[in-house]
């Protein structure tokens, strides 16, 4: 299995310039949070599929 990611931190208050960098800080912040929230998806479902087949 892949390794688990941990929720990502947004970016604090500082850390973005409001210069409209490309990536800003806040694009690497929601693609992470998308990563994760996939993964936290995938779990789950593999979760339930288990428990599904274990007749529970």
């Known amino acids: 299995m ?6 990502p931190e947004p970016p604090g208050e500082y850390e973005c310039c409001d210069n409209a960098c490309s990536p800003c800080v806040w694009d690497s912040y929601f ?10 998806a995938e ?3 593999k979760a ?9």
């Open 2 to 7: 892949s390794e688990i990611l941990e929720k």
């Open 31 to 40: 693609e992470r949070l998308n990563e994760w929230k996939q993964q936290r």
């Open 43 to 45: 779990l789950k479902a």
């Open 48 to 56: 339930e599929e288990e428990v599904v087949s274990d007749g529970r």
